[in-house]
């Protein structure tokens, strides 16, 4: 409607219909409209309009001139006291519907071992190397020189790192408090194979329970004797003993069993680095080289996240997982929350694509694994067999399907949804899961460049669009909230 206001209506002010000349007797006797019918042939041959046609003739007319009322009135009471202050006034008007976002770049893989010659910077060639179809899943070596890889390093620790955590203890019990669920829904809900019991290996599928513990086999089985939720200690819960389980046991049990490092979904420690306008020269860099090799829009990369610098000291894992969530209708993506209108419970982060950088060579572990890479099928049970869950990447990285080894300069990249057909983004793709495997000796940093794209293609034009409103109206100096930070943008390292 706000479109409609703003181009020009001439047939909403006055419509303009030929002039009509009847005398009193045709008037008296309801026939002038039929003297017409060569022109405009709303009558039956012998003069009388029908009365079926009448009323949808009638029904027509007035939700013409109700949709015409409704839309006078809306831009009326839109412009409100903002009709004095011209600012206000283009604002409301907007700048029109966003425009048709172009399909999004996506390499193709050809074949496992398939390598390709690209340009990322002025001096040197770069080689691109297929590692696997399912995920489609990219290694380019030297694509950071090892100075780049030290300058990230050294900002990383000039900002500070923080302790990655996956859901807080507060924020799940709050969480779990706000959850209006039934016992038997929720046991439903966790039974995945519909046989009425609940193995052990249905739980696990649920791993971010509690404070960001790790699940596994036998700390299940310990919470089970604790809160005397299985009986016959065979690990396996029927309908009715979950049904008898006090929920309330749970939680103070979680509490009373405050999760250890190496107990966590994720052990290490993390920040952001500015790379928009003003940043750190090599940051821009970076980020320039994403985009030539990416191939996708300047508005999606240099609207998307800053990097994340992550170290992993010696202990360090990151449990199996998937680096964007689907996107429901009860989700929104971050990155996009704030122009969407709707009001939904949860978001999530939507990355089309991830790029991971290796800073430094491990000297023991650390690898990044794909478990299901390039399986024939994928299914989520699968995953934990006979106590041997991939997805656990302290105790069963060697399990898994592909492995990456840190290599100081190399970047990988890969796609973290399907094509939708249509040149944007489907549905998740399963088989990109990865993690990060334990580091045995040593410390090991990379960095993650995520690019942001909406699965709604009309949601991001929208955002795009603003975005680059707010930057025409707030200059030079205008970032958007999650890039305010720039205190090191000037820094100047020796290496």
């Not at 979904?265 to 920040?271: A, E, L, Y």
């Not at 975005?467 to 390292?493: C, N």
Request: hydrophobic letters at 35%; a negative charge; one cysteine or more.
């Amino acid at each position: 409607m706000a479109a409609a206001a703003a181009g020009p209506r001439p047939e909403a002010a006055s419509p303009q219909w030929p002039p009509r000349r009847h005398d009193a007797a045709e008037a008296a006797a309801g026939l002038g409209d039929c003297e017409d019918a060569p022109v405009r042939p709303l009558c039956k041959p012998r003069g009388i309009c029908s009365r079926a046609y009448f009323l949808v003739l009638m029904v027509f007319v007035h939700l013409y001139l109700g949709n015409v009322l409704a839309l006078l009135l809306f831009v009326h009471y839109s412009n409100g006291d903002e009709s004095s202050d011209p600012g206000l006034q283009r604002r409301a008007q907007g700048p029109g519907p966003a425009p048709a976002l172009a399909p999004l770049t996506r390499l193709e893989g050809i074949k496992v071992g398939h390598e390709r010659k690209i340009q990322l910077v002025a001096d040197r060639d770069h080689f691109i190397r297929t590692l696997s179809l399912k995920p489609l899943l990219f290694e380019i070596p030297g694509f950071l020189s090892d100075e780049e890889c030290r300058l990230v390093i050294h900002l990383a620790q000039m900002k500070g790192l923080q302790r990655s955590q996956i859901l807080p203890t507060e924020e799940y019990e709050e969480a779990m408090g706000t959850m209006q669920i039934s016992p038997l829904d929720l046991f439903q809900l966790l039974d995945q194979n519909h046989d009425g019991l609940l193995q052990l290996r249905e739980v696990l599928a649920q791993n971010r329970l509690g404070n960001g513990r790790w699940m596994t086999p036998e700390n299940i089985q310990e919470m089970y004797s604790a809160i005397k939720a299985d009986p016959d200690g065979d690990g396996v819960l029927s309908l009715q003993e979950f049904s008898n389980m006090d929920f309330r046991d749970f939680h103070k049990y979680m509490r009373s069993h405050k999760a250890e490092s190496s107990q966590l979904v994720r052990n290490s420690h993390h920040t952001w680095l500015y790379q928009g306008e003003g940043a750190h020269h090599v940051m821009r860099a970076i980020r320039q080289r994403v985009l030539r090799l990416t191939r996708l829009s300047p508005e999606i990369v240099e609207l998307s996240e800053p990097l994340q610098v992550v170290r992993y000291g010696e202990g360090g894992h990151y449990h199996a997982h998937v680096d964007s969530g689907p996107v429901y209708p009860e989700t929104i993506c971050s990155h996009t929350k704030l122009v969407a209108n709707e009001s939904v419970p949860f978001e999530t982060s939507c990355r089309y694509m991830t790029v991971l950088f290796y800073l430094n060579n491990v000297t023991g572990g650390g690898e990044t694994v794909f478990p299901v890479a390039d399986n024939r099928t994928y299914d989520e049970m699968s995953l934990i067999q006979d106590d041997v869950d991939l997805r656990d990447t302290r105790r069963h990285c060697d399990k898994g399907n592909l492995r990456v080894k840190p290599r100081q300069g190399t970047a990988v990249f890969w796609y973290n949804y399907l094509p939708d057909g249509q040149g944007w983004v489907g549905d998740v793709d399963d088989y990109s899961l990865h993690g990060g495997c334990l580091v045995t000796r040593g410390t090991k940093w990379i960095a993650n460049n995520w690019i942001n794209v909406d699965p709604s293609r009309a949601r991001q034009a929208l955002f795009q669009q603003e975005m680059a409103r707010l930057a025409r109206e707030g200059g030079a100096d205008w970032q958007p909230e999650w890039a305010l930070d720039r205190a090191y943008r000037d820094t100047r390292v020796e290496l």
